[in-house]
């Protein structure tokens, strides 16, 4: 019986010269901060911010050493901050969260946040200095867009003339060549002016002047002159010549190879910006909620990008379930054809986090394995800065860092997409405790000044040698290492997949505990081959937090056998090349009937065997 679960050898295989991404997410203004100890919600000056300077040659030789091929610097482009400076006065409290502001509500497209600079306003040539010590590195950067919403504060400096917002007719809710979506007299929230859900905060009044009479959208589509504490509320929409108010067909915008005279003019001054970017030297961008955009406009987008830099990187954080989304179609498919390399895989995440949560088993990922071009051109990750941190003690089961072992084998071993690591997790970085505006929530607070305590280990005081890290720590981050380094075999890069749990499921040695009747509750394993180099490897692991799995075995039908060309030979080795020194032989006849036979699997432990 074929596997339903087997992905063939046919499939995207990266494009020659540019491999898989393995990308760090860094944020300057936690990753340089050195400041051990700080106060909650505090400024700038009492708790620091990390510059553009202390991301120095060692910092980034350590990390290209960790297996990284390209860093994600977040949050670098000019942001609504309650922080004041001589050409830059603070905005006004009842539009930012936090005091440093949200990264996500862009004040300057075409500027770099001042924070970050030694001399502020050398910002941007020290932005390109930063970028220039990557590319020294050969690290490509990406940095962050964000097309769907900016600051209610927006305003370029740097190019008046390309703000948002200017010649904009505030009379009309919609209009083509509006950057904005503005209210209605008779629109929900009582009328004029704009009142945010801030009033009776430090600082606040929950009137922001500028919208006394116009107001406008917020970043999460409510159209309403009183938008609550869960709303974007610090944001404002764009306007894409589209009106989400009238559904999700936008077959009437433009076509790809329109000119820029022909689009609506948020298009234009969209591409104005990205072309912006890729004239300093970005290489890339991670694009904030590309679900919430018109489909037509990526696809114009990204042609234009690609025409001037071939090898630009477009990866998508988009979800399909959200209701938002402008297409009937599957979005994350249709981003893929729209041009872009990567987009988020957002489900494998929750179900994995689910196991430990919300009682989801390691079969549940069986759903997820299918055959086509969305399965090996996912980002897969553990961390972001929007999820919280593998080792703090409210989430994950509680089982601290090292759970993200086994997690971690498996999602960066599914398919050939790009990998994600974020700033500490291969030290084990907790974000326990208060850190400002989200409270404990078990995230590295993007809001707020503030530092990385267990980061800072290893920064230790500019030498990024791990010197501040415990035996356990610099045991976890030798682990990533080894991982991304596995990983970049052909196998992974260019093969095929094939899931094991659906063979296993009736198997009682595949990691069954007592009281379960069937197999692959904290179980997963899966082949990865390439027929090119014939290379292939077994991935397993053990979710489990305490129980240690003892001896199990894995069935390989004769299915996978045929379609990665083993069905030939008597026997084969398998050797681990992870974690350990374990090395076995097997018939290919046990293999189908008993399983390959393993050693004990000890709690939130993987194994990657090269099969020879």
Same mark, same amino acid.
């Given at each position: ?20 991404? =393995?990308?760090?997410?860094?944020? #300057? ?36 050493? =960790? ?21 830059? #006065? ?14 996500? !509500? ?30 020294? &590195? ?32 505030? &009379? ?99 591409? &104005? ?20 955009? #018109? ?13 001037? &830099?071939?090898?630009?990187?477009? /990866? ?26 990567? %987009? ?23 759903? =997820? ?18 999820? %919280? ?30 990998? *994600? ?16 505006? /989200? ?43 080894? =991982? ?6 052909? !196998? ?60 199990? @075995?894995? @069935?390989? #039908? ?48 993987? *194994? ?5």
């Amino acid at each position: 019986m074929l596997n339903p679960l087997e992905n063939s050898d046919s499939m995207w295989i990266p494009a020659a010269g540019r491999g898989r991404p =393995l990308i760090y997410q860094l944020m #300057p203004r936690s990753f340089g901060n050195t400041r051990e100890t700080w106060v909650v919600h505090g400024s700038l000056e009492e708790n620091g911010c990390g510059k553009f300077s202390d991301i120095s040659a060692a910092a980034l030789t350590a990390i290209r050493e =960790l297996g990284v091929t390209h860093l994600w610097l977040t949050g670098v482009l000019e942001q609504a901050s309650g922080t004041t400076y001589a050409e830059r #006065p603070a905005d006004v409290a009842d539009i930012l969260k936090g005091v440093a502001g949200s990264p996500y !509500a862009i004040r300057d497209y075409f500027d770099v946040c001042p924070d970050y600079a030694e001399d502020p306003p050398r910002r941007l040539e020290e932005f390109s200095e930063l970028l220039g010590r990557c590319h020294a &590195q050969g690290l490509r950067v990406i940095i962050d867009l964000v097309p769907n919403h900016v600051a209610r504060s927006y305003s370029s400096d740097v190019f008046p003339e390309l703000s948002f917002g200017v010649e904009d007719d505030h &009379q009309v809710f919609f209009a083509r060549d509006n950057h904005f979506f503005y209210l209605r007299a008779d629109d929900p929230g009582g009328g004029p002016p704009l009142k945010l859900p801030t009033a009776g905060k430090p600082g606040c009044t929950g009137v922001f002047v500028p919208e006394g009479k116009h107001g406008k959208v917020t970043g999460n589509n409510v159209i309403s002159w009183a938008p609550g504490e869960g709303d974007w509320y610090e944001t404002v929409k764009l306007n894409y010549g589209h009106d989400f108010t009238t559904g999700r067909d936008t077959a009437h915008l433009p076509g790809p190879d329109a000119v820029p005279a022909a689009v609506p003019k948020t298009w234009h001054t969209m591409d &104005q910006i990205v072309a912006y970017w890729q004239g300093i030297g970005v290489d890339g961008f991670r694009v904030d909620m590309a679900h919430l955009v #018109p489909l037509p406009f990526w696809r114009w987008l990204v042609k234009r990008a690609r025409g001037r &830099q071939s090898a630009v990187f477009f /990866c998508g954080e988009a979800y399909d379930n959200d209701p938002a989304k402008l297409t009937d179609g599957q979005v994350l498919d249709e981003l893929l054809e729209a041009g872009f390399d990567a %987009v988020y895989d957002d489900p494998a995440y929750d179900i994995l986090e689910g196991i430990y949560d919300s009682g989801k088993w390691a079969n549940d990922l069986d759903q =997820l394995i299918f055959s086509d071009e969305r399965f090996h051109k996912s980002l897969r990750y553990a961390e972001n800065h929007d999820e %919280v941190r593998l080792a703090n003690p409210q989430v994950w089961g509680g089982l601290g860092m090292q759970v993200g072992k086994p997690v971690c084998a498996v999602l960066f071993g599914l398919g050939r997409g790009p990998l *994600m690591i974020y700033q500490g997790q291969e030290v084990g970085e907790t974000a326990a405790g208060v850190k400002g505006f /989200c409270g404990d929530n078990a995230r590295t607070s993007i809001f707020d000044y503030g530092s990385l305590p267990e980061l800072l280990k290893w920064t230790n005081n500019g030498q990024f040698d791990g010197g501040r890290l415990s035996p356990e720590q610099k045991e976890l981050r030798a682990w990533y290492a080894k =991982l991304l380094g596995v990983i970049q075999q052909p !196998a992974f890069v260019a093969g095929g997949f094939y899931g094991l749990n659906f063979a296993n499921r009736d198997n009682p040695h595949f990691g069954r505990l007592d009281g379960e009747n069937v197999s692959g509750h904290w179980l997963y394993a899966f082949l990865r081959h390439d027929t090119i180099t014939r290379q292939a490897f077994l991935v397993v692991a053990n979710f489990h937090g305490h129980a240690t799995l003892n001896q199990p @075995r894995v @069935r390989i #039908p004769r299915d996978a056998m045929e379609i990665f060309g083993w069905a030939t030979a008597g026997s084969w080795t398998f050797a681990d090349r992870l974690a350990s020194d374990w090395s076995a032989t097997a018939a290919r006849d046990d293999l189908e009937c008993g399983g390959l036979a393993l050693p004990n699997l000890a709690p939130c432990t993987a *194994m990657i065997l090269e099969i020879g």
